[in-house]
């Protein structure tokens, strides 16, 4: 899980890059910056613990899917909530990362039933 985390961070940062290049005005600097500099690399690390979590458990077709989900109902949210909300959306991925949390706590503890 860490190094699917650490891959989608490094994208992140990446594609936070080139979206701050085609942005010209201050306010959209700002915004873009709390939008995706927060939201998006939140939501790519998110994902990618998702799915390292489900490859782990044997079922990487179901993390595959429920990463995509995610990712694309953040998407559909940012586009269609009004500017002021925005700011909820990155909380809905919060929600999500207390949920991951949990994940990594499943993962550390020993299974019984498989041989180590």
Request: charged residues 15%; positive net charge.
């Amino acid at each position: 899980m860490i190094y699917m985390i650490t891959a989608a961070l490094g994208f992140a940062a990446v594609e936070n890059v080139f979206t701050l290049f085609n942005v010209l005005e201050l306010h959209q600097v700002v915004e873009t910056t709390i939008i995706r500099g927060i939201g998006a690399t939140l939501l790519h690390a998110l994902a990618a613990g998702i799915l390292a979590f489900y490859w782990m458990r044997k079922r990487p077709l179901f993390g595959l899917v429920n990463a995509a989900l995610l990712h694309a109902s953040f998407n559909y949210l940012i586009l269609r909530v009004e500017d002021d909300a925005k700011i909820y959306v990155t909380l809905i991925l919060v929600v999500v990362a207390l949920f991951l949390f949990r994940d990594f706590e499943i993962i550390k503890k020993p299974n019984p039933g498989r041989a180590t």
